[in-house]
């Protein structure tokens, strides 16, 4: 009897614990969550990468020493997009809560001209802007690196690019996605550097890669800084791959070239506090633009991917990517409505025509005709610091491997960033975006992006990093991360692994991830007019969320062929 009455007694003991309201922190502990540390952490596509970062906070560095590291190891590992020929943007916080924002992008070279990519009939031809030496902008990396590290770096600067050079020079198991990027850019890695170019070869994910030309490259960096790049021996590789390939870039572009310190946007969404980039991104503009429209309808209530909410965000992207076509580009050269294009009044003029029943069409908002969206390229990471240094980088060559040209003897791939311009107002570029006069080719000038790499705050505490990959579909996966987690109250490891959708004006169509949603959510779309289209993959996050007790939640988008975080 008394064992009996024990027994109960455990019975009723477990009962009570279990059916006790658990925290709210509990609560996330029982759902999906990334990596958590206790004090720092590195969110990267690349675990070789976000381990260096690691290293580096972990032996007294801040975010930003790490950052340079990780720029430069990315170079190494993960040259599909990780680069120094190249370029992009960086978003900072710092512990105190300064903002800043750093450009990098890459520049037309001074011998660039507006219908370069034209020919005599004005008609834009086939790939000239995308592939091969006359492709290639100015390279920022090295420079933006440079200037980021010489204002807010606490390491020396050699230590930061040291493990860039022994990467190189001790190789990488290339894995399967490496592998993969590999095997199909065969015939373009023949066509631009030669049957015996090194990376010609039937590649196996267990197979090693050494690139020792970039470990000189590397090395002349660490011992020079901008000057090993832009100056010396790696100068004049560029400039001999230049005459060869009958290129553009000349020792004039290079001493010319300099990042710029700009200052970030910064808006407000439902008590949160959003900084993000600057044109000549038009990432910032956009995601600004997008959440001032989200914040007067109730997500939440309307449920994650409800045929409503799906409905209110196309909507909300149609205008906005139009705007994006019709007023965006290098603000040095163009007078770029930014305070217009954030105003209240302009975007509530502007998203009231939408209607909850049926889609507008996008002739309607501006008329256009493109029938393409390609290419989801590019990287990100994002870096927290113990002290609560936060910066958000999102950095590429453009395409995979950019234009296809290694430097010979440099051991790095040219971008193909040219193609981010305006080959001819109204012609899509790669990505299918198109643009205007705002964003035409002139020497010196810095080509629009979509790049949106962004940091989140609350009552003057860090929340969010956040970024990604990904062509013209970057702006709408940060869009709805950021959504995911305030609206919907997702751990950050949810809001990236969750699937995404994308509408960008023209073409007149909805992207959304295969298998994202039964025939039911999607026929409801079908009703309001929306023409559905799959995508294998939309965005590829790297984020990091500072939770209530103060731990740090790194997510990396292991869902599509991501990478890894890494924190302590």
């Known amino acids: 009897m008394i064992r009996k009455i024990l027994s109960h007694l455990v019975i009723l003991t477990l009962c009570l614990a279990s059916c006790s309201t658990p925290s709210k922190q509990e609560q996330v502990e029982q759902r999906l969550t990334g990596t958590i540390g206790q004090k720092a952490m590195v969110s990267s596509v690349h675990e070789l990468a976000s381990e260096v970062g690691k290293d580096v906070l972990a032996n007294g560095g801040n975010a930003f020493d790490a950052a340079v590291a990780v720029q430069f190891a990315l170079a190494v590992v993960y040259p599909e997009a990780g680069n120094i020929g190249g370029g992009g943007f960086a978003v900072i916080r710092t512990a105190e809560g300064k903002s800043d924002a750093l450009d990098f992008r890459e520049k037309a070279p001074l011998a660039a001209t507006e219908t370069m990519y034209q020919d005599d009939n004005g008609e834009v031809i086939t790939d000239l802007s995308r592939i091969g030496h006359?492709?290639?902008?100015?390279?920022?990396?090295?420079?933006?690196?440079?200037k980021l590290h010489e204002k807010y770096g606490s390491m020396d600067w050699a230590q930061l690019v040291q493990p860039a050079v022994d990467l190189a020079k001790s190789g990488y198991v290339v894995e399967e996605r490496g592998a993969a990027n590999f095997m199909r850019m065969q015939e373009a890695f023949a066509r631009y550097n030669g049957q015996g170019f090194y990376l010609v070869k039937d590649w196996q994910p267990t197979d090693t890669v050494w690139h020792k030309d970039l470990e000189s490259t590397m090395a002349l960096i660490r011992d020079n800084g901008r000057a090993g790049f832009y100056e010396g021996a790696v100068a004049d590789l560029i400039l001999a791959e230049m005459e060869e390939g009958n290129g553009l870039i000349t020792q004039a572009d290079l001493d010319a070239y300099e990042a710029q310190w700009r200052t970030p946007l910064i808006g407000h969404y439902k008590g949160h506090r959003?900084?993000?980039?600057?044109?000549?991104?038009?990432?910032?503009?956009?995601?600004?633009?997008?959440?001032?429209?989200?914040?007067?309808?109730?997500?939440?209530?309307?449920?994650?991917?409800?045929?409503?909410?799906?409905?209110?965000?196309?909507?909300?992207?149609?205008?906005?990517?139009?705007?994006?076509?019709?007023?965006?580009?290098?603000?040095?050269?163009y007078d770029v409505p930014v305070d217009m294009l954030l105003s209240d009044q302009y975007n509530s003029d502007r998203f009231n025509t939408i209607s909850m029943d049926k889609k507008t069409s996008s002739s309607e908002i501006k008329e256009g005709e493109v029938e393409i969206i390609e290419s989801i390229e590019t990287t990100h990471f994002s870096i927290v610091d113990e002290l609560g240094n936060a910066v958000s980088i999102t950095t590429t060559v453009n395409g995979y491997f950019g234009n296809k040209v290694m430097v010979d003897g440099a051991g790095f791939f040219l971008n193909n960033e040219m193609d981010d311009f305006s080959a001819k107002p109204g012609v899509p570029n790669q990505f299918g975006l198109i643009g205007n006069e705002a964003n035409a080719i002139q020497p010196e000038k810095r080509m629009l992006s979509s790049m949106t790499p962004t940091i989140v705050d609350k009552d003057g505490q860090l929340l969010m990093v956040v970024g990604t990959p990904g062509g013209s579909t970057i702006i709408t996966a940060v869009y709805q991360t950021i959504i995911n987690v305030i609206d919907h109250g997702m751990t950050m490891q949810e809001a990236v692994n969750a699937k995404k959708i994308h509408h960008q004006w023209l073409p007149d169509l909805v992207l959304v991830e295969k298998g994202a949603f039964g025939t039911v959510l999607t026929d409801q779309l079908k009703a309001y007019g929306h023409e559905i289209q799959e995508r294998s993959m939309l965005g590829k996050m790297d984020c990091i969320l500072v939770r209530e007790d103060g731990t740090l939640e790194g997510a990396s988008d292991y869902t599509r062929n991501g990478g890894i975080a890494v924190g302590y």
């Open 274 to 333: 959003i900084i993000s980039m600057p044109p000549p991104s038009s990432g910032g503009v956009a995601l600004l633009q997008l959440l001032n429209g989200s914040a007067n309808y109730d997500f939440a209530k309307m449920g994650h991917n409800s045929a409503e909410q799906l409905h209110v965000m196309v909507e909300l992207c149609r205008r906005v990517y139009a705007d994006r076509a019709s007023y965006l580009g290098d603000p040095d050269y």
């Open 134 to 146: 006359l492709a290639a902008g100015v390279p920022g990396s090295v420079d933006g690196m440079v």
